[in-house]
């Protein structure tokens, strides 16, 4: 009998017991308590999930130890593994590991949800290499998404360790890996650790419906292939990453090639470079690089390699074999690869083995024509052949961004010129592309065009951009970029291809310039509290709360269609499927089907349903939820549930058609200031137009969660919502039972962002039905493309203005009207908001500015960071610029000249305070139409931001760069902000300061939701303050509506300021009482210990409660400038930002190392919004394309500005503020605007270059598909002149 199949986790052995294949890795450490590893995506495109693992090359036999995303490799693939995960670094038992302490100090930490997996990469790099670079530390982060920092301090953290300080946690080197150790064998039971864990190769494992083989030699794996009876599904398995692009099976024959040495051996020699099959494309790129250095004949291949830093991720590259890429290509031609791109430019072959061992050799074309899976054939390896030293070959990849993103187009040229012959092609040149359609390889007309020509001839460019324009036939991919933008791609690429060959007789190529990330700049360092456990992975979140007995898992049947009647809902087949256990729809809701509690008090008559019932409105709308005793088997019935329609209508999906629809958009009452008609008609200048923004998706990294367990009095309920209180009230109106039944409690969440403040109800109240009818626990998470297609995000928006100025562009009139885009519900509109904040920190005597919201067969949309706000101040910016542009002024003078004189007044957001009323579940009536600012700081702030940002300077340069440069642009810009921070005047929060008699502890319960916005922080600082006792005496309970009654939500950068002044005010009554009891007791000089002691046996309450009453806190504004510069290739539309500079008035902070943070997240979040996340809708079914990772993409590590340079404003305690400070949170999404008028400048500078001049409207996001487009990149401007 084989001995049992085992790996090894931080230094203890596992056996791996009977799994299907399946399983990943993942999972089996969650089911074996390792519960510190998160998942978000199941991808391998957030890197939440990130281990380390040390395993042995079949070749080589060389240990090598690397990242891997655990929710990729199945477990059985990790037999005899070496796998370090979180909970083999450090905790707060034994210490903490110096990566984690890094991590902490430097606030690198908001949630925590991805803080484990990026401990753990910064960890893998610690061990793979004895050395390394800054820039191999924003290279190992470029698979990991944080939605919360901004990314800053955590390269900041990580860049700050050195090899040292990782030797000298322990000196010692580990026995098991032989590299430095990290205390992770510490715990493990005597002995185990040394326990034998290799493979048990060449034995098939019979699992329940399937068998895993494990070759362990070539020979091995083509008789199991030989073996397999005709017609029988099998998979090649290697690093298992390929699913997540193209999911295949199920299978029944899985054959793990991962240990047969023929698949991984690699020969360097000058005749070839031999890769085998299963060499990581990792390894496939150090060896390159090795032989580009070392070999003659082989520089070009570095070329290639430097190409590929830019496929996936590092944890991917790890994982993923070229081998198995290209079979992937083989399988699914129209997949991007990036391998296949480079390995056809170098004319490389392919050497594939049939079962009877017989083999051939392909060129990669030759290849594609090979059906792989039906001939059972395996590919071996492939083999790259020397090119003469003046061979040019190039790759290039367009990405819809820097790091886990598949191409757009990817482009390689190899052309070999005589340049004594005017650079006259010589052999036949080779022209490959990527991305065009399922058939496109070589662009052959274009070669024979410049064949035996000159590249130094124009008619020969313009033939070779011609023959492009006819052989390219892009094919249409929904929810991707455009035919048109590809179709030009090929073209400007080819043309940096001629440019980059012709060298310097050709200056204008153009390329961005290298990005090294610069690093920030740190305020008074108070680390947040739960950092070191978030760190660690301890940190608990509803997510990792463990099953009870009889927990089920439910799953959402949705709509497939977006504006139908719901005919039927056929669960037969379903739940005959094993371990499916009932369906609940709406017929099974007991109280209302209606899961808002408080929405009702903000739009009219606005409810928004559990499960559809009649008409379905939007394509992902949940029919019910389909519950199970295990994720998979609930996934498997929602395979077999049959759903029909009729009356199936084409959706609405844009405010634009919306508004030709004959239902009037919903108005709020304008904002109306002045007469506009009157500043019209003094004007002399006026203009119109139109600004349009996209939506933003929620993208938090722990999705919406909600776990229902019924008791013996109502039901307990853990949810990852910001309203306890709003999600309690939902829950009882849904089951029809009183409030006091339901007992929400709330630890802490994976990022909120406003999705969870009532959207997630959409699976609080779904689970708790379930939990109702099945008189049994029930857990609801959502999938992270579910949490993108089934809850609504930031409402897309449309503005239109007409502005009235005089000739020096002072302002005299602004009408706009502002319509959001609400879903299919008028739920959370934000528009009323967006027009409080438009007048931003300018004057002018006349506004008219109109909210409304118009109704589309999509999600509804909701709160998102900075609501409204963030609409209301970028729309008016672009108005600024319009104006500006209009008079040909300075953007930045012409907003100076406009700026709101100081002590001036201003609405301060009476229609923001009326909507946020709504968040604290009151009404408020009677507010002032204007307040006054006290103190209006923003004129000081941009004298001060220009000189510290050296701008006066850095703008002559960027006018010398953009007329030396005619494909590369450079924009510099200030935005300066005025932010309302607008607070109801009933918003209450209750909290409870308890002190433990017997030791002086403190612990906290406040009604917020702490979320990585450091509200606990913030509260124990100000708690440490007011009872003048250490921090560390402090910690937090969980908020529950038991504890936290009729608290508000944790919103508009409204929780931490007033859970922060509840608990202070508590603080301070609970100190005044001891203060008493001290004098009465004759204890002034003891200590805080011996006081509580003592007060609580005289009797003494030692603790307190608060709830802050109407209009104990106050509104402000809050100032903000930013000053970004941004660099644009011109022919491709990629920019980065180099450099962006904020100044913003902070009050004085509470605690600037979590203020810097939040100002970092929010720019980032920003940047996103108004960048890169773009979101689009089938104009058929209405179905949103961008619910993938593949479709949607938020800002990674390497999109950030390249230099961010935060700083806050001194010396401006705030008067209203709690203790003297502001909000941070929310106004620096903002200031992403700033690098928008930066890349209008780039973009106005490359329309100059194209002979036009004038204003241009810039809608957001700002792709590199829109940024190219509006710099008129026309072929005929392709020139060599
Ligand atoms: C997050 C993420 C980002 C990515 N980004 C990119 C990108 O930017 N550019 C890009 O080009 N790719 C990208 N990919 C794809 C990635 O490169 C491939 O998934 C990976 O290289 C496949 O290798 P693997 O070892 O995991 O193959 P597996 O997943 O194990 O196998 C893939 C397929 O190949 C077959 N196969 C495996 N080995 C052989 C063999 N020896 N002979 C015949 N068939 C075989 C298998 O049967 C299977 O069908 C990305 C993937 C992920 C998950
Ligand atoms: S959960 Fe594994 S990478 Fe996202
Ligand atoms: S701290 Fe990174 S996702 Fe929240």
Known sequence: ?????????????????????????????????????????????????????????????????????????????????????????????????????????????????CSPGMVMNMYGLSQSKAEWTKEDVEQQLDGTVCRCTGYRPILDAFKSLTPQDIEDVHKTRCPTTGKACSGCCSNKPKGEGKKACGKSAGSPLKLKDSTWHQPSSLQELLDTLAGLPEGTKYTLVCGNTAQAVYEGGPYTEYIYTGNVPELSAVKLETEALVFGANVSITRLMEQLFLAAQTLGGFAYVSHLAETWKHLGNTSLRNLGSWGGNIATKVNHPDFTSDIFVGLVTAGATITTVSPDGSSDTHTLEELMEVDLVGQRRVILQVSLPPLPDDVFVRTIKVRPRTSTALADVSAGFKVRVD????????????????????SFIRATATEAALAGKSLEDEMVLQAALSALATEVVPAIKPGETSPEYRLSLTQTLLYKMVLGVLGDSASTASKLSLRILKPGQWGKPVTKVEAPIQCSGEAEYVTKIPARPGELYGVFVTSTQANARLVSIDTTDALAIPGVVGFVGAEDIRGQNNMLAFAADWVPGSSQPVFASERVEYNGQPLGLLVATNRSAAYAGLEAVKVTYDDIQAPVITIDEALTKPLPPSQFPPVVIGDVAAGFAASTHVIEGAMRRGGQLHYQLETQITIVNPTDDGFEVHSATQWASETQRAIAQVLGVPDNQVHVSVKRLGGGFGGKIDQCNIVSTAAAVAAQKMRRPVRVQLDLSDNMRIVGGREPYLCTYKVGFDDAGKLQAVQAVLTADSGYKGVDVSSSSAVAAMPSCYACSNWELTPQFILTNTPVTTWCRTPGTVEGICFMENIMDHVAAELGLDPLELRQRNLLPDGGSRRLGKEIIQLRSRMAGCNVKDLPDEVTIPRNLISNMITQLLASADVEKRKAEVAQFNKDNLWKKRGLTVMPMLWPHSVP?????????????????????????????????????????????????ISFVPTSTHTNPNSSSTSGSLGSDTCSYCVGEACKILRARLDTYKQVAGLLDASWKEVVLSAFNAGVDISQRYVNGANETQGYAVFGVACSEVELDVLTGQFMILRTDILEDAGRSLSP????????????????????????????????????????????????????????????????????????????????????????????????????????????????????QLCLVDVSRLTLA
């Not at 340049?419 to 490959?432: G, Y």
């Not at 009933?986 to 017997?998: D, E, G, I, T």
């Open 985 to 1033: 005047p009933v918003y209450p929060f209750s909290v409870l300061v308890a002190v433990n008699a017997r030791d002086g502890s403190v612990s906290i319960s406040h009604g917020g939701s702490e979320m990585g916005q450091g509200l606990n922080t913030k509260v124990a600082q100000v708690a440490a303050y007011e009872l003048g006792i250490p921090m560390d005496t």
């Open 1 to 113: 009998m084989s001995a049992p199949l085992s790996l090894t986790i931080n230094g203890k052995q596992y056996e791996v017991g009977e799994v299907s294949p399946n399983t990943h890795l993942l999972t089996f450490l969650h089911d074996n308590q390792l519960l510190g590893t998160h998942k978000t995506c199941y991808k391998g495109a957030c890197g939440a999930c990130t281990v380390v693992a040390t395993l042995t090359d079949p070749d080589t036999l060389e240990k090598k130890t690397m990242t891997i995303n655990s929710c990729l490799v199945p477990v059985l693939a990790c037999v005899g593994w070496e796998l370090t995960t979180i909970e083999g670094l450090g905790n707060k038992y034994d210490g903490y590991h110096v990566i984690q302490e890094r991590l902490t100090q430097h606030s690198g930490t908001q949630c925590g949800y």
């Open 1153 to 1268: 190392l979590v203020d810097i943070g939040q100002i970092e997240g929010g720019f980032v979040m920003g940047q996103g919004l108004l960048t890169l996340e773009k979101i689009v809708f089938d104009a058929a079914t209405g179905k949103n394309l961008s619910d993938s990772v593949w479709t949607y993409h938020t800002p990674m590590a390497l999109d950030i500005p390249v230099d961010i340079r935060v700083t806050l404003l001194e010396d401006a305690p705030n008067p209203v503020g709690v203790q003297s400070s502001k909000v941070t949170s929310e106004p620096p999404v903002c200031l992403a605007y700033s690098a928008v008028m930066a890349l209008r400048q780039a973009v106005t500078s490359a329309r100059q270059d194209a002979g036009t001049t004038g204003w241009f409207q810039m809608d957001a996001p700002l792709t590199y598909e829109s940024l190219q």
């Open 419 to 438: 340049a004594a012959t005017a650079h006259t092609v010589v052999d036949a040149p080779v022209i490959v592309y990527n991305g065009i359609n399922s």
